[in-house]
């Protein structure tokens, strides 16, 4: 399940942003970051959990008869765009689901997983376009629901991105947005001695939750958030394996950086900064995601 989630890295516009952009190794770097953290089983625990009482007890202003709408932005596999329609099919007898995604490969794979589940009376319509793209050419249709998890990192003016998909939502509606938590856990500390091994721009580092919190207040939107938190394994990092390596650029984080990591960075000061940085039997590193739930009032 863990490989299907590589779609934000074949979004055009990453490669722009990254003149030394390597597809191949990012999907594999991404792969290797899914397979040794608990990140799809712990945001879909949470959205099963949490959601129904988060955003399906608003009455999300849909009226009797009427068809909840939902925009997927980077949609990607389905994974957790399929919890979130699982539980509001069990309230909601009409939905259509529009899911933006810049990979064909992904959105065959999102059909696969939407016939593989049990759920009914759901239209959806598939848009092979960058969040960039899409936003550029919408401006009338109005959503109930929409939902952007761990996407915010790939697109050039994040904020922007969140203001015009607010301006999306009908009133009533709510926002979901899954982004990766920052703070002074060990998997920031981590992740910034990546970024500064990889020699990558300060100014660059990907947008993580203080970043997304603040444009949210700045903008006098009302939102509520909370934190999941998972480990990752990083012993394939002390064993210098391929998997390993493939974690470390993926973590640095891959997607903007300068230079790809190489097992001559992976010298026995790091290893022992890596082991510094762990939990659990010092081969796991905390990492925490937070979900932040936006309504627009009337």
């Known amino acids: 399940m863990w490989l299907s989630q590589i779609s934000r890295f074949s979004d055009p516009a990453m490669a722009k942003m990254s003149p030394d952009y390597e597809i191949e190794a990012m999907q594999t770097a991404y792969a290797a970051y899914l397979k ?78 939407v016939a593989e589940t049990p759920i009914c009376s759901i239209n959806f319509k598939f848009i092979n376009k960058t969040a960039g793209e899409f936003l550029d050419e919408t401006e009338n249709e109005k959503y109930h629901l929409i939902g952007m998890i761990h996407v915010l990192y790939y697109v050039p003016d994040y904020a922007d ?58 903008n006098g939107y009302t939102f509520s958030s909370d934190n999941i938190e998972y480990g990752i394994d990083v012993r394939g990092v002390f064993d210098r394996t391929d998997e390993g390596l493939a974690l470390l650029n993926f973590l640095g984080p891959g997607q903007i950086q300068s230079r790809m990591l190489t097992r001559e960075d992976c010298s026995d000061d790091f290893l022992a900064f890596v082991r510094g940085c762990c939990y659990e039997a010092g081969h796991c590193i905390m990492k925490s995601d937070t979900i932040c739930i936006v309504e627009k009032n009337g």
């Open 161 to 218: 991105v969140i203001q015009q998909c607010f301006n999306l939502l009908s009133v009533g509606g709510a926002m979901v947005i899954c982004i990766w938590t920052g703070g002074a856990s060990g998997g920031n500390t981590f992740r910034r001695k990546l970024h500064e091994l990889k020699g990558a721009d300060s100014a660059n580092m990907p947008q993580m939750s203080s970043e997304i919190m603040d444009v949210l207040t700045a």
């Open 36 to 113: 040794c953290s608990g990140q799809i089983e712990k945001n879909s625990e949470w959205l099963r959990e949490k959601f129904p009482g988060a955003v399906m007890s608003k009455k999300l202003d849909v009226d009797a008869g009427e068809t909840l709408k939902f925009l997927s932005v980077g949609g990607g596999s389905g994974e957790h765009d399929i919890v979130m329609l699982s539980a509001l099919s069990k309230k909601y007898h009409k939905i259509e689901v529009t899911v933006v995604e810049p990979s064909l490969q992904q959105i065959h794979k999102y059909r696969a997983n």
